[in-house]
Nanobody, 125 residues
């Protein structure tokens, strides 16, 4: 059973920054493509970014390009999502997920096999 945890959420003002962490305890994150998704009540889960297992290529949802950066620290077995210039529409519960597909722009939830619990982000003044 893959176990991993997303952390780093919280309350931030518009224009502020947060860094989310996705840490695994029972498997090596680099063996999977790791994605970040977000969800707000009443809407489907939305893929925000992913980092490929094969070559650490990164992909982003158009609305977060230039503001969010995904990175993988293999020594710490952690994937980060650095978020800057946060907007109210970035609020939601953020999840990290692991896919057995090792390359490609994987921003659809049905491409992922394992999910961790979410972390809440609130963007409000």
């Amino acid at each position: 059973q893959l176990q991993f945890v997303a952390s780093g959420g919280g309350l931030v003002q518009p224009g502020g920054s947060l860094r989310l962490s996705c840490t695994a305890s029972t498997f090596t994150l680099a063996w999977y493509t790791i994605g970040w998704f977000r969800q707000v009540p009443g809407k489907e889960r939305e893929g925000v970014s992913c980092v490929s297992s094969s070559d650490a290529s990164t992909f982003y949802l158009d609305s977060v390009k230039g503001r969010f950066t995904i990175s993988r620290d293999d020594a710490k077995n952690t994937v980060y999502l650095q978020m800057t210039n946060l907007k109210t529409e970035d609020a939601g519960v953020y999840f990290c997920a692991a896919s057995k597909i090792i390359s490609g722009r994987l921003l659809s939830e049905d491409q992922y096999d394992y999910w961790g619990p979410g972390t809440q982000i609130t963007v409000s003044s």
